[in-house]
């Protein structure tokens, strides 16, 4: 089984960071995209940042120059610093990961099970 564990969530003030983690295990061959997603009660769920096995990121527009995405491919790991967070990045934090498990077979979408981060104003 292949799993993806989350962490970093928090209650934080307005201005404030968090880093977010999101660390996958189990049974692995390759992982590509890795990305983090958001959603609020009522909401439909929104990509937040993305990053290719090479690096190449994208980010929303509501989180661009406040948000890096990054990634440790060793350590089947990928991060999320939030910067200067606003009562409207509340939310609960998903990562999903993209990740074939042996050589032959395909890849396959893969969540966590959410973080949640409160930014009070």
């Known amino acids: 089984q292949v799993q993806l564990v989350e962490s970093g969530g928090g209650l934080v003030q307005a201005g404030g960071s968090l880093r977010l983690s999101c660390a996958a295990s189990?049974?692995?061959?390759?992982?590509?995209?890795m990305n983090w997603h958001r959603q609020t009660p009522g909401e439909q769920r929104e990509s937040v940042a993305g990053?290719?096995?090479?690096?190449?990121?994208n980010y929303a527009d509501s989180v661009k120059g406040r948000f890096t995405i990054s990634r440790d491919n060793a350590k089947n790991t990928v991060y999320l610093q939030m910067n200067s967070l606003e009562p409207e990045d509340t939310a609960v934090y998903y990562c999903?990961?993209?990740?074939?498990?042996?050589?032959?077979?395909?890849?396959?979408?893969?969540w966590g099970q959410g973080t949640q981060v409160t930014v009070s104003s």
């Open positions: 189990g049974i692995i061959s390759r992982i590509n995209a």
């Open positions: 990053i290719t096995r090479s690096g190449s990121t």
């Open positions: 999903q990961a993209d990740i074939q498990r042996i050589p032959w077979d395909s890849f396959r979408a893969y």
